[in-house]
């Protein structure tokens, strides 16, 4: 072969040899799509229709930072957990056996209950804002009267708790199944309180007092509830395993492809929603709901009876939410604990076992907690918030450069607004519970 047929045989194999990784990187598929629906399906739930209440009561500049920063903090947080549980290639470590790769068996067991502990929480969220959820309809839209709270509270988590423990792929094609028909339903709300608008959001543009406290500090302490409401790590350590088995080779741009999907699905219409509600309530309005410790869907069938369509969509609406939601999480939830069962008893109690376990204990938990009613957001500022932040955003941030196997994700810049945002919240947290 000639001097110029080498060259330009060598220049060929540079071409194809630049072109193997996009090769590599599968389109996106039907599975795919499913994991970006139950991504979408654990985050959209309590979380939302609890945002607008916190958002709404300082006016109009935190609906409009809540909108700038939800992308970027949600994405950036949920990508870096998900290279957390790829630090290991074998397919079925999740983050309760990763975490014990990279911190030892002490560490691992620590990182192990803050996952729990970080998950936990938001199963009680829903148990509780669930069960009062049932009972306001029965009151306000059927007339009734409200339905014993024992026996409603161990029906609904009793109902949820036997989908919950059936196989993980059921569940996921379940929360994808509901997806669509939700955002669907939940843009037709957002569309039909357009007649309600008024100008009472646009009347809160100070930068003073807002409702008895600073600005800044009103600002500040959206800070958990945003994390919250957007969060969808307890199903975050599944689709990492499932791209370490289905895609090994490039399971991190998978991964995060999926996830990038989901967060901007999520970011168009829950904003879009948000701002709909806020719009057609005014700063009393949110705060009386906040009072009432109801969802933001319940609170307006109540504000607005003469809308027939909202009086009994809305709280369907939002029981469903909440209902596909606790599935996700409970995903997360039962990794959590079975990974410390494992742990305390040396490797003896483990699979159906754990399983069984773990159902009993969270199920008495959830119970308890839908029957007394205690204050929802209360929960998700005193305990989720703060773990859920250190979690999600300080822990994989801490690993990314304290470990060499993690260290071609460092980004300086990201990496530092991820911890900026992540101290916020858990200082926000705090703060609350210590007023």
Request: with cysteine.
């Given at each position: 072969?000639?001097?110029?047929?080498?060259?330009?045989?060598?220049?060929?194999?540079?071409?194809?040899e630049?072109?193997?990784?996009?090769?590599?990187?599968?389109?996106?598929?039907?599975?795919?799509?499913?994991?970006?629906?139950?991504?979408?399906?654990?985050?959209?739930?309590?979380?939302?229709?609890?945002?607008?209440?916190?958002?709404?009561?300082?006016?109009?500049?935190?609906?409009?930072?809540?909108?700038?920063?939800?992308?970027?903090?949600?994405?950036?947080?949920?990508?870096?957990?998900?290279?957390?549980?790829?630090?290991?290639?074998?397919?079925?470590?999740?983050?309760?056996?990763?975490?014990?790769?990279?911190?030892?068996?002490?560490?691992g067991?620590?990182?192990?209950?803050?996952?729990?502990?970080?998950?936990?929480?938001?199963?009680l969220?829903?148990?509780?804002?669930?069960?009062?959820?049932?009972?306001?309809?029965?009151?306000?839209?059927?007339?009734?009267?409200?339905?014993?709270?024992?026996?409603?509270?161990?029906?609904?988590?009793?109902?949820?708790?036997?989908?919950?423990?059936?196989?993980?792929?059921?569940?996921?094609?379940?929360?994808?199944?509901?997806?669509?028909?939700?955002?669907?339903?939940?843009?037709?709300?957002?569309?039909?309180?357009?007649p309600?608008?008024?100008?009472?959001?646009?009347?809160?543009?100070?930068?003073?007092?807002?409702?008895?406290?600073?600005?800044?500090?009103?600002?500040?302490?959206?800070?958990?509830?945003?994390?919250?409401?957007?969060?969808?790590?307890?199903?975050?350590?599944?689709?990492?395993?499932?791209?370490?088995?289905?895609?090994?080779?490039?399971?991190?741009?998978?991964?995060?492809?999926?996830?990038?999907?989901?967060?901007?699905?999520?970011?168009?219409?829950?904003?879009?929603?948000?701002?709909?509600?806020?719009?057609?309530?005014?700063?009393?309005?949110?705060?009386?709901?906040?009072?009432?410790?109801?969802?933001?869907?319940?609170?307006?069938?109540?504000?607005?009876?003469?809308?027939?369509?909202?009086?009994?969509?809305?709280?369907?609406?939002?029981?469903?939410?909440?209902?596909?939601?606790?599935?996700g999480?409970?995903?997360?939830?039962?990794?959590?604990?079975?990974?410390?069962?494992?742990?305390?008893?040396?490797g003896?109690?483990?699979?159906?076992?754990?399983?069984?376990?773990?159902?009993?204990?969270?199920?008495?938990?959830?119970?308890?907690?839908?029957?007394?009613?205690?204050?929802?957001?209360?929960i998700?500022?005193?305990?989720?918030?703060p773990?859920?932040?250190?979690?999600l955003?300080?822990?994989?941030?801490?690993?990314?450069?304290?470990?060499?196997?993690?260290?071609?994700?460092?980004?300086?810049?990201?990496?530092?607004?991820?911890?900026?945002?992540?101290?916020?919240?858990?200082?926000?947290?705090?703060?609350?519970?210590?007023?």
């Amino acid at each position: 072969m000639s001097q110029e047929g080498v060259k330009m045989s060598q220049k060929k194999q540079k071409v194809l040899e630049q072109q193997v990784p996009k090769q590599q990187i599968p389109k996106m598929s039907k599975d795919d799509l499913i994991w970006v629906l139950s991504l979408f399906g654990t985050a959209i739930g309590a979380g939302v229709l609890l945002l607008p209440i916190n958002a709404g009561m300082g006016g109009l500049i935190p609906l409009l930072v809540i909108l700038v920063l939800a992308y970027p903090m949600t994405y950036l947080a949920h990508r870096g957990l998900c290279r957390f549980v790829l630090g290991s290639s074998k397919p079925h470590d999740d983050i309760t056996f990763v975490a014990e790769t990279y911190f030892g068996k002490g560490g691992g067991f620590l990182v192990t209950l803050l996952y729990f502990f970080a998950i936990l929480p938001i199963l009680l969220v829903y148990s509780a804002n669930l069960t009062t959820t049932l009972s306001e309809f029965f009151v306000h839209q059927l007339g009734w009267e409200a339905p014993n709270r024992l026996l409603s509270s161990f029906l609904i988590v009793g109902v949820l708790m036997l989908v919950s423990i059936s196989d993980s792929s059921i569940v996921t094609k379940a929360m994808s199944a509901l997806v669509f028909p939700f955002i669907i339903t939940l843009m037709i709300i957002a569309l039909f309180l357009i007649p309600h608008w008024n100008g009472a959001l646009f009347e809160n543009i100070s930068l003073g007092e807002v409702n008895g406290q600073s600005f800044l500090v009103t600002l500040w302490l959206i800070f958990p509830i945003l994390v919250f409401s957007f969060n969808h790590s307890p199903i975050i350590s599944s689709l990492a395993c499932h791209c370490k088995e289905k895609y090994p080779d490039c399971a991190e741009k998978k991964a995060s492809s999926i996830i990038s999907y989901a967060v901007i699905m999520m970011t168009i219409v829950v904003m879009f929603f948000v701002f709909s509600c806020a719009l057609c309530l005014t700063p009393e309005d949110f705060a009386l709901a906040k009072s009432q410790n109801v969802n933001i869907l319940t609170y307006i069938a109540n504000k607005f009876p003469e809308a027939i369509f909202l009086a009994y969509v809305s709280p369907i609406v939002a029981f469903v939410a909440m209902s596909k939601s606790f599935l996700g999480h409970y995903l997360g939830s039962q990794e959590g604990l079975n990974g410390i069962l494992y742990k305390a008893s040396n490797g003896k109690i483990s699979g159906r076992i754990a399983n069984i376990i773990t159902g009993i204990i969270t199920f008495l938990i959830a119970w308890i907690v839908a029957y007394k009613n205690p204050s929802v957001i209360g929960i998700i500022e005193s305990i989720g918030g703060p773990v859920l932040a250190i979690l999600l955003f300080l822990m994989p941030v801490y690993c990314i450069y304290r470990f060499d196997v993690l260290k071609k994700y460092r980004n300086p810049k990201s990496d530092i607004f991820i911890v900026i945002m992540g101290l916020l919240a858990v200082s926000a947290a705090v703060h609350g519970l210590l007023n």
